[in-house]
């Protein structure tokens, strides 16, 4: 059983967000423990195991060290890159499915986009609770920027939008784990995407926390920065047909690019997530 690394939401080799990956072909899934193992293996934040089910369409299943998560982006985006730069698949458009609902991805000569689940609103918090979830990062309230609060939002995966005033608070957030971890517990969410909105050159500037799922900090979440499409375009802060770029992974020294596209479909919206990934390592799994 073969598997890469790749570094993605970057074009530069050991920058962006590390995914395994593990292309089966056409056969079946490894047991979920093997699975589970090997994502504990190789450490990254995610690993994603890629079967092939007809000409078109594939079955991703994702592993973090912890437990398997229903969609995972920068995995995705990896995953499609290893199929085409192993000639595997070349450009064109696929059929994913993922625990997290049937998607679409779209392989270019450089990039790879796909589907986003449809947006979600989750809660919103009480003062009470705003004020908890800032000081989980030795923040408070004073940082919140006006017109702007927490709420939880999925497009695969629910997670806190957490908007800060500035880059000062989103470079000097301390996370205390324990604390995001129950509060992540407590509101049944993956963890909390930090984000300071319209600095120039990109709709955000983000730092991303999971320690519920054995992750710390993440350089690049597509999931996340999806729900955050849909957050800021509720708000009148990105608009649709654009192409939006968020920046991630800066304060970690992996900077990473991720961009998304917002279209409105049917008196609904459709988010996409894109991106560049490069290949970085292979190995055999003995």
Known sequence: MRFYIADAFTAQPFSGNQAGVVP??????????????LAGELKHSETAFVRRTGGGSFHIRYFTPAEEVDLCGH????????????????????ALHTRSGDLEVTVEPEAVWMDMAPPAEGRTFSQEEQAELYGAYGLTLADRPEGLEPQA???????ILLPVADMAALDRARQDEGAVCRLSERYGVVGVHMFCPGTGDAAARCRNFAPL???????????SNGALTFYLYRRGLVRSGGTNRFVQGEKMGKP??????????DGGVRVRIGGRAVLTLRGEVL
């Open 75 to 94: 995995a995705t985006i990896a995953s499609f890159t290893v199929l085409r730069e192993t000639g595997e698949i070349g450009a064109g458009t696929y």
């Open 256 to 265: 990473s690019e991720i961009l998304s596209r917002l279209t409105e479909e």
């Open 213 to 223: 799922y054995a992750i710390p900090e993440e350089a690049a979440t597509g999931t």
């Open 24 to 37: 089966l072909g056409e056969g079946p899934f490894p047991e979920e423990s093997l699975m589970r193992a």
């Open 153 to 159: 939002v999925s497009t695969g995966l629910l997670d």
